[in-house]
């Protein structure tokens, strides 16, 4: 059966780095795309970054972009989310999850999920 | 960005009865809208996928309708594993993929 395991979370100060895993087993996992996706405390869903089943397109959420970095090595079937310049405002339960089966095709609605990792910047 | 708006933000109801969430989208989405459920300490699950097809394992008390920008998701026969916040998603127009504020459904 299809799971996601996340892993990385952790308390870190505004100004710190961070880096989440994800691993994936029981699909096929370079043939899907992979997102992570947060949740304040007590908050609702938002969407972080996408990378495309072959790792090369990636896109990212205005409010993360060009601190965050998603990648993923399907050789390993692991997919990365780098945080670096933490803020405060990126504290979350951060998922990774993929991508469902439209028609056969990897589309973007989020079937399966990881169990989350919790991301705390704090001073 | 496509804003997605649900209502009510929080919907009263019993067991047995019929739940009627709404989403509205601030452009046309075509049929590209999903529906979640999350319950505390867990993370969501997919419902509903191109507004009205049933993800795998969904039980058929759960069903999506609309097009365009209103889009309603109906769940009858309340069950009281049901109870839960409901969340609405577009992928027409990405990124961002946008999600809705949720609708919590209580006892």
């Known amino acids: 059966q299809v799971q996601l395991v996340d892993s990385g979370g952790g308390v870190v100060r505004p100004g710190g780095s961070l880096r989440l895993s994800c691993a994936a087993s029981g699909f096929t996992f370079s043939s899907f795309g992979m997102h992570w996706v947060r949740q304040a405390p007590g908050k609702g869903l938002e969407w972080v970054a996408i990378?495309?089943?072959?790792?090369?397109?990636?896109y990212y959420a205005d409010s993360v972009k060009g601190r965050l970095t998603i990648s993923r090595d399907n050789s390993k079937n692991t997919l990365d989310l780098q945080m670096n310049s933490l803020r405060v405002e990126d504290t979350a339960m951060y998922y990774c999850?993929?991508?469902?089966?439209?028609?056969?095709?990897?589309?973007?609605?989020?079937?399966?999920w990881g169990q989350g990792a919790l991301v705390t910047v704090s001073s | 960005e496509i804003v997605l708006t649900q209502s009510p933000a929080t919907l009263s109801l019993s067991p047995g009865e019929t739940a009627t969430l709404s989403c509205r989208a601030s452009q046309s989405v075509s049929n590209y809208l999903a529906w979640y459920q999350q319950k505390p300490g867990q993370a969501p699950r997919l419902l509903i996928y191109d507004a009205s097809n049933r993800a795998t394992g969904i039980p058929g008390r759960f069903s999506g309708s609309g097009s365009g920008t209103d889009f309603t998701l109906t769940i009858s026969s309340l069950e009281p594993e049901d109870f839960a916040v409901y969340y609405c998603q577009q992928r027409s127009n990405w990124p961002p993929y946008s999600f809705g504020q949720g609708t919590k459904l209580e006892i």
């Open positions: 990378v495309w089943s072959d790792g090369t397109t990636k």
């Open positions: 999850a993929r991508e469902a089966l439209c028609s056969g095709v990897s589309c973007g609605y989020f079937q399966h």
